[in-house]
């Protein structure tokens, strides 16, 4: 299976980075194709054009290869912090600019109602999270928006239900015994959606 993973972190050597690349690794020791796309190191363009917008639209090469990759995907993973709620900017252009209307999704006129259709074929998605705040207080608190996001308004809107959300908290508090132990379930989830042999 062909499997895209995106990143979204600015600092190498960060925790997200270990995180993506122990993925990787493993899927790859599964016998899959593993992709890493370093949104920052590639200088992904977040900005959405209006010449980009209706569908059909030209698209500029790379965001076209992207939009093709992701849409021939078997499986998505995703890696980001958790900054105010939300996934950082680049990775909202990314959602913005590839993610778009006639790759991920599309909507059908049925009895006069616009309808949704999710276009993805990824037979299930990974979300990768890292925080600074409890998962206690991330959840009762802040009632938790990236589950939100990513499960319902982004993978869901584009039709793929098989989605697996995990934040790694406290991480600044962490120590690399800990860390070690978070890779290492990194490792198994990925054997648990993307197992060898399948």
Same mark, same amino acid.
């Given at each position: ?5 995106? @990143? ?5 050597? /960060? ?14 020791? *599964?016998?899959? &194709?593993?992709?890493?796309?370093? @949104? ?8 959405? $054009? &209006? ?6 639209? =030209? @698209? ?8 093709? $990759? ?12 958790? %900054? %105010? =709620? ?6 909202? =252009? %990314?959602?913005? !600019? ?16 616009? #309808?949704? *259709?999710? @276009?993805?074929?990824? !037979?299930?998605?990974?979300?990768? *999270?890292? /925080? ?12 938790? &928006? ?14 793929? &239900?098989?989605?697996?959300?995990? *934040? ?7 120590? $690399? ?12 989830? #990925? ?5 060898? =042999?399948?």
């Amino acid at each position: 299976m062909n499997i895209s993973i995106i @990143l979204a972190h600015p600092t190498e050597g /960060s925790f997200n980075h270990a995180i993506a690349q122990a993925a990787a690794e493993r899927l790859e020791a *599964n016998g899959h &194709t593993a992709t890493i796309h370093d @949104l920052y190191r590639e200088k992904f363009d977040p900005m959405l $054009e &209006t010449g980009e917008i209706a569908s059909g639209s =030209g @698209l500029p090469d790379d965001i076209a290869r992207r939009c093709r $990759e992701i849409a021939a995907a078997d499986g998505i993973i995703i890696v980001h912090p958790n %900054w %105010w =709620g939300q996934p950082p900017a680049i990775l909202k =252009g %990314w959602t913005d !600019r590839v993610l778009r209307t006639g790759v991920a999704y599309e909507f059908k006129v049925v009895d006069g109602q616009g #309808v949704l *259709n999710g @276009l993805l074929k990824a !037979r299930a998605a990974i979300v990768f *999270n890292t /925080s600074n705040t409890d998962d206690a207080v991330e959840r009762d608190d802040f009632g938790d &928006t990236l589950d939100m996001i990513w499960k319902k308004c982004v993978f869901g809107f584009c039709g793929l &239900t098989n989605v697996h959300r995990r *934040n790694f908290s406290v991480v600044i508090a962490s120590t $690399e015994q800990q860390r070690k132990a978070w890779l290492d379930e990194v490792a198994k989830t #990925v054997d648990t959606y993307f197992p060898a =042999g399948k």
